[in-house]
């Protein structure tokens, strides 16, 4: 069993940033891949970041180049930050935990945090 919980999230202005955590504890950090999804109201969970043990990175078109998703091991912790924000970039952001391999679907992950709430306004 993972336990994940995210922290960071709140409101900002267009062009703001803020940097997501997300802490884990249970079993070894580093066996799993690490990914940020987002939900906004009315729309489906949809694919942001995943960075894999080694670390490799896969990001969504939507945000590549404003936000860098990182990992620290040794603090058992993923981090999400993201610059230049946008008022579409408005949702509820979810840490999520895959056992092996790297995916952007988020129903092949095996563990998710209770979610942070992340309000651009512009």
């Known amino acids: 069993q993972v336990q994940l919980v995210e922290s960071g999230g709140g409101s900002v202005q267009a062009g703001g940033s803020l940097r997501l955590s997300c802490a884990a504890s249970g079993r070894t950090f580093s066996d799993y891949s690490m990914g940020w999804f987002r939900q906004a109201p009315g729309k489906e969970r949809e694919f942001v970041a995943v960075?894999?043990?080694?670390?490799?990175?896969i990001y969504a078109d939507s945000v590549k180049g404003r936000f860098t998703i990182s990992r620290d091991n040794a603090r058992n912790t993923v981090y999400l930050q993201m610059n230049s924000l946008k008022s579409e970039d408005t949702a509820v952001y979810y840490c999520?935990?895959?056992?092996?391999?790297?995916?952007?679907?988020?129903?092949?992950?095996?563990?998710w945090g209770q979610g942070t709430q992340v309000t651009v306004s512009a």
């Open positions: 960075i894999s043990w080694n670390p490799s990175h």
């Open positions: 999520a935990a895959k056992r092996l391999g790297v995916r952007t679907n988020w129903d092949e992950y095996d563990y």
